[in-house]
């Protein structure tokens, strides 16, 4: 059965190799510029400062990452996962179209061994293909990391464990839509777009919603908490209780002028006077980005097994 799963689930295996192939081709000439101008540039002595040049130091840095962390923001590499996932289930949807499962039923296999064989691979593979996804990413985004930490949608997605989570999800979406249409091409489509669909739900609304958010408020020009490598969800001008500024926003805005030698300079007793000479900010500290990766990890990977086991007793106790 092994040999058998092997040699049906080869072509999807090589394709995956293939893709994963390429990624690597892309993030490890990246990477390694990175890392030289990472050195080269002493970068590390300006992580976490406020300064002015080492802003302008650490902004030279993040633009020389290019293309590679402009396609990793804007979220293109976060449905590489799902593609794997529904990839890897292919083999299984065929079978069951054509109905080729009934022929491996009727010989000395058992149903039970022949899904625990066919699944077990297909998800052994979809484990295999998440770690090395994550693997290639967090070796690349190490000098990146360290200046502006993990938490950071892009990166969280595609470091620690989430991403094999995410594979086999997309893969037991895949198997559990096909046993239901038992049309291949329909439950690929199908299943790749209720795993966008749910990445989007946890990515913009269930993530930041895991573990209760901090929360401070401090004088304008008094120096708050350290947010450069956290999670900020919200930070804008207040009051003294944390309340948002609301219409005396034009007001605020001209509590800043330009000095003679170009400088932006803001008034704090101006701000004070229009009700916002405080900052209020909500973030998710660095120190929690493990906790967050285990609760994503357990989430996702918790509804593949379900959905897996679901599928495998629908079949064993239904199919003809």
């Known amino acids: 059965m092994i040999w058998l799963s092997w040699r049906q689930q080869r072509t999807e295996t090589i394709i995956t190799a293939a893709l994963l192939a390429l990624l690597a081709a892309a993030l490890i000439p990246s990477g390694i510029h990175l890392a030289e101008a990472y050195r080269h540039d002493h970068i590390a002595a300006c992580a976490g400062r406020a300064s002015q040049a080492c802003q302008i130091t650490v902004g030279t840095f993040a633009a020389g990452a290019g293309i590679i962390r402009g396609l990793a923001a804007s979220g293109w590499f976060n449905v590489i996962p799902g593609l794997i996932g529904v990839a890897l289930a292919t083999p299984f949807l065929l079978d069951l179209e054509h109905g080729t499962i009934r022929l491996a039923w009727t010989q000395s296999v058992t149903r039970s061994r022949w899904l625990s064989t066919k699944l077990g691979f297909a998800v052994l593979s979809a484990v ?20 502006f930490g993990r938490f950071d949608t892009s990166t969280f997605d595609t470091e620690g464990t989430v991403p094999i989570a995410y594979t086999v999800f997309a893969l037991a979406l895949a198997v559990t839509i096909g046993v239901l249409l038992r049309r291949a091409a329909a439950a690929i489509v199908v299943a790749f777009c209720a795993f966008v669909a749910a990445r989007v739900f946890v990515d913009s609304w269930l993530r930041q919603r895991f573990v209760t958010p901090l ?14 490598r956290a999670w ?3 930070q804008q001008p207040s009051d003294k209780a944390g309340h948002p500024v609301g219409g005396n926003l034009v007001r605020i805005l001209q509590c800043a002028h330009i000095e ?18 405080y900052t209020h900010a909500i ?5 929690r980005f493990w906790e967050f990766q285990g609760i994503e990890t357990a989430l996702f990977a918790g509804i593949a097994l379900v959905l897996l086991a679901a599928a495998a007793a629908w079949l064993v106790r239904r199919a003809a």
């Open 128 to 147: 295999l293909a998440g770690v090395a996804f994550s693997a290639l990413f967090t070796w690349y985004r190490a000098p990146l990391d360290h200046v």
């Open 215 to 228: 929360e401070a408020t401090w004088q304008f020009n008094a120096a708050g908490p350290n947010l450069t």
């Open 232 to 234: 900020v969800l919200s």
């Open 260 to 277: 003679a030698h170009g400088s932006k300079v803001v008034d704090p007793t101006c701000l004070v006077r229009n009700g916002a000479g």
């Open 283 to 287: 973030w998710q500290p660095a120190s």
